[in-house]
């Protein structure tokens, strides 16, 4: 047995070299930075030790602004794109002809690059002295006025961030999903049907429990995904998101690091570490109310 268990390690070894290296030595160091006061990253000194890095960053204006596009981006494109997801993945479950295609075709979008994709969505919805977009032009033809979703009010800039993340996550959500109802015992459904159980009965008390687990995973990870968002406020706005106002938690510390502010890992060490804590809350809140919601 003992010798089992030494191979088993011997197995693991790479593996857990690997986490410790890119992964647990990492994650100590930055909180071992994010302690040090006015650090100079070319000498690696520092002048005292405390949480005046914290003060700095919570008091930090772009950190706030950072803060609220995150959590609006969170709030609004996760429940939306689930539940989009959902719906779809129901339509194609319940239909026979050119089901194969229609799945690639909403599957696209997740293999596409993403700057690619925020370029079409500046043509679509960006203002310029040559043309209102696409977008503008649907809006005037309805007699509305043109809006420009690129460099104007930061409501039409929330939203095309919103629009376009929803975009490029919902087509994974959709394959999942559409795997989950496929793998539904028939016979529950076939039971249902010799009840004579109306549809949306059927939705709620079959296919909604026996998807569950995959549902809240995608709510979980989706929480997760949308915290860590910063190359999509890129792919539309450019590299320089605190002039326009969209900067999000993970771009703030790369800014503190590499940006025209960079030069401070210490408020970049602060900084993700309080993107941490915000994520592991809410990743332990979402795993609780999974564990009382989610069919076992």
Not at 19 to 46: C, K, R, W
Not at 152 to 177: D, E, N, S
Request: hydrophobic fraction near 50%; include cysteine; charge should be neutral.
């Amino acid at each position: 047995m003992k010798r089992n268990n030494g191979k088993a390690w011997l197995y693991l070894l790479p593996a857990l070299l690997f986490l410790i290296v890119f992964m647990v030595y990492p994650l100590i160091d930055v909180f071992i930075y994010s302690f040090e006061e006015g650090f100079n990253f070319a000498s690696q000194t520092y002048f005292g030790t405390g949480l005046y890095n914290f003060s700095y960053v919570l008091h930090d204006p772009y950190f706030l602004q950072a803060v609220q596009n995150t959590f609006l981006l969170v709030i609004i494109t996760v429940p939306v794109s689930t539940g989009l997801a959902l719906l779809i993945s129901v339509g194609l479950s319940s239909i026979k002809p050119l089901r194969e295609l229609y799945q690639t075709v909403y599957f696209l979008p997740y293999v596409t690059n993403t700057l690619a994709v925020g370029l079409v969505f500046m043509i679509l919805f960006q203002k310029t002295e040559y043309t209102d977009g696409l977008v503008n032009l649907v809006i005037e033809l309805f007699g509305g006025n043109a809006v420009d979703f690129i460099d104007g009010p930061y409501w039409a800039k929330m939203f095309v961030l919103c629009f376009y993340t929803i975009w490029v996550v919902m087509p994974f959500k959709i394959l999942v999903l559409t795997s989950a109802l496929a793998s539904v015992n028939q016979d529950y459904y076939k039971a249902a049907r010799v009840d004579g159980t109306p549809k949306l009965r059927v939705f709620t008390r079959i296919t909604l429990p026996m998807i569950s687990p995959m549902i809240f995973y995608l709510v979980i990870t989706g929480f997760i995904g949308a915290f860590k968002a910063y190359s999509d406020a890129v792919a539309l706005f450019g590299t320089d998101l605190n002039a326009a106002g969209m900067n999000t938690i993970v771009g703030y510390v790369y800014d503190m690091l590499y940006g025209d502010s960079g030069g401070y890992p210490s408020y970049a060490s602060a900084a993700a570490i309080l993107l941490f804590a915000i994520v592991l809350t809410v990743t332990c809140i979402n795993l609780l109310v999974s564990r009382k919601k989610v069919a076992i």
